[in-house]
């Protein structure tokens, strides 16, 4: 279960637009007036063209990019109200992250690597290594710990990096193309992982994705289209 997991949607959005400067004066509209609200241990795909805005909406509901308009609540708190340092303080205690490519830290081991979320919050090292240990061993990954990522295989890098995005409990993980960079085999490995840890911690799952036996995992599935969310 989820660390203080707020109650009604964990992530919600309301009439969430992003624009950006385009040429001549003129401005590109990314997203258009979203709507989207997920409860907790809801698992969400969102498909759409390349270029459809979708990596624009993960950064917006991971407080990593501000909206031109609108609003974005994680766990019920107003991301908007939040300055920078209170905005990083809410993405890793609440929000997990696996991107396409891992970004492992490459001198660090497997367990370091899964363990820094948590130092940052203020665990402490003993504490962290202990939750660390339990997720690598959960995605299986218990006899690689002392690896470094380039001693470990692009699938396992992986695994890595989703144990890490759970390390601190959030209420929600937010993954782009997070089987995008791996074979057939070694995708539907990190999918069954993936989703097997957002069944045992009851956390929230938003996808992001071209690959349709992973869409097909997730209880709903959202194309984006010219800005806004519809349903499949």
């Given at each position: 279960?989820?660390?203080?997991?707020?109650?009604?949607?964990?992530?919600?959005?309301?009439g969430l637009?992003?624009?950006?400067?385009?040429?001549?004066?003129?401005?590109?509209?990314?997203?258009?007036g979203?709507?989207?609200?997920?409860?907790?241990?809801?698992?969400?795909?969102?498909?759409?063209?390349?270029?459809?805005?979708?990596?624009?909406?993960?950064?917006?509901?991971?407080?990593?990019?501000?909206?031109?308009?609108?609003?974005?609540?994680?766990?019920?708190?107003?991301?908007?109200?939040?300055?920078?340092?209170?905005?990083?303080?809410?993405?890793?205690?609440?929000?997990?992250?696996?991107?396409?490519?891992?970004?492992?830290?490459?001198?660090?081991?497997a367990?370091?690597?899964?363990?820094?979320?948590?130092?940052?919050?203020g665990q402490s090292?003993a504490?962290?290594?202990?939750?660390?240990?339990?997720l690598l061993?959960?995605?299986?990954?218990?006899?690689?710990?002392?690896?470094?990522?380039?001693?470990?295989s692009?699938?396992?890098?992986?695994?890595?990096?989703?144990?890490?995005a759970?390390?601190?409990?959030?209420?929600?993980?937010?993954a782009?193309?997070?089987?995008?960079?791996?074979?057939?085999?070694t995708?539907?490995?990190?999918?069954?992982?993936l989703?097997?840890?957002?069944?045992?911690?009851?956390?929230?799952?938003?996808?992001?994705?071209?690959?349709?036996e992973l869409?097909?995992?997730?209880?709903?599935?959202?194309?984006?289209?010219?800005?806004?969310?519809?349903d499949?």
């Amino acid at each position: 279960m989820n660390n203080g997991a707020a109650s009604g949607p964990v992530v919600e959005a309301c009439g969430l637009r992003r624009t950006y400067p385009g040429v001549s004066g003129t401005e590109l509209h990314i997203l258009r007036g979203l709507d989207l609200a997920l409860d907790p241990g809801e698992a969400v795909a969102i498909v759409g063209a390349s270029g459809s805005g979708k990596s624009t909406l993960l950064h917006l509901l991971g407080v990593l990019d501000r909206p031109t308009a609108g609003s974005v609540r994680i766990g019920g708190v107003d991301t908007a109200a939040l300055d920078d340092e209170s905005a990083a303080a809410l993405r890793n205690r609440r929000i997990g992250f696996v991107f396409q490519f891992h970004h492992l830290l490459q001198d660090f081991t497997a367990l370091e690597n899964v363990m820094m979320p948590a130092l940052v919050q203020g665990q402490s090292p003993a504490g962290a290594k202990t939750a660390a240990a339990t997720l690598l061993d959960q995605v299986g990954l218990g006899d690689r710990v002392g690896h470094k990522p380039s001693e470990l295989s692009g699938g396992e890098q992986q695994r890595v990096a989703v144990a890490r995005a759970l390390v601190n409990r959030p209420l929600v993980v937010l993954a782009d193309e997070p089987t995008g960079n791996l074979d057939v085999h070694t995708s539907t490995h990190v999918q069954e992982v993936l989703f097997d840890l957002r069944d045992r911690y009851g956390v929230a799952l938003v996808v992001v994705t071209h690959n349709r036996e992973l869409a097909s995992r997730a209880g709903r599935i959202l194309r984006l289209n010219e800005g806004v969310l519809e349903d499949v």
